[in-house]
């Protein structure tokens, strides 16, 4: 029996990054370790993209302050990038509209294969990426209480739901103990598209929220082994979440070399 290959994917998550958790970095990995030790599909790229200033979330800083702590975040990545379309455009974007760009820019880049002109590839895209793949699908990536958000009256139109689901497809990181399952069977929307929803458990329990880190450092509590040290400093460097900008902070990476 011939074996086929495994479909192309890359996986974007959206969202406030209000400040980037680990957690929120942790999900790609363990998306991708899932699809590979199942061997259904080949996880060729990674988008963080945080939504724009406009949405009006409490404890959003601007945008500028959430793609720098992101790509802090991201440094020890390889495959994970941040794409800044969303905090560029005139407003909020639903995220229907955002999934569509980046499947479009995705299509358009393996299409044009005679382009050489590097000015236009976002950023985002990964490199290398026309030689290991002829076609690519995009799904949203996001944890379960993303999906359950699906049934909030008004939260979310039933079109862009279905748009969501029947045409990208979502990977929910479930914890142990939660019933996804259950949630899509009680929706007949998203049990018509049961097929394009990947539910993958996380084993390893992580309750850091970005909501319990900025409260923290509202108190003046230390969050150190909740976010990356890099993080830390800069979040203080900048007085956000209501730290206060000292100016005796010493700088981690100096302290790194000295040591």
Not at 204 to 215: G, M, P, Q, W
């Amino acid at each position: 029996m011939r074996m086929t290959s495994p479909s192309k994917i890359m996986l974007i998550a959206c969202g406030s990054f209000s400040p980037p958790t680990p957690m929120h970095f942790r999900m790609f990995e363990i998306a991708r370790d899932y699809f590979e030790q199942i061997g259904s599909a080949s996880v060729v790229g990674g988008i963080i993209s945080p939504v724009h200033d406009s949405y009006g979330k409490n404890g959003l800083v601007s945008a500028t302050h959430r793609c720098n702590m992101i790509k802090i975040g991201l440094q020890s990545s390889d495959w994970i990038r941040l794409s800044e379309w969303e905090t560029q455009q005139e407003e909020w974007t639903r995220t229907r509209l955002t999934l569509q760009y980046h499947q479009n820019c995705i299509n358009s880049f393996l299409k044009d294969a005679n382009s050489t002109n590097d000015q236009h590839i976002p950023s985002w895209i990964p490199e290398g990426l026309k030689k290991t793949a002829s076609q690519v699908q995009l799904k949203l990536l996001c944890g379960a209480d993303l999906l359950e958000s699906f049934a909030t009256p008004g939260l979310w139109k039933d079109e862009d739901i279905e748009a969501i689901v029947g045409q990208h497809g979502i990977v929910v990181i479930s914890r142990a103990g939660s019933n996804a399952e259950q949630f899509i069977f009680n929706s007949d929307l998203l049990s018509r598209y049961r097929r394009n929803i990947t539910i993958v458990t996380n084993w390893i329990t992580n309750d850091v929220s970005s909501t319990l880190v900025r409260r923290l450092l509202n108190r003046g509590m230390s969050v150190k082994y909740l976010l990356d040290d890099y993080l830390i400093e800069y979040i203080k460097k900048h007085a956000l979440y209501g730290t206060s900008n000292t100016d005796d902070l010493i700088s981690i990476s100096n302290a790194v070399l000295m040591s």
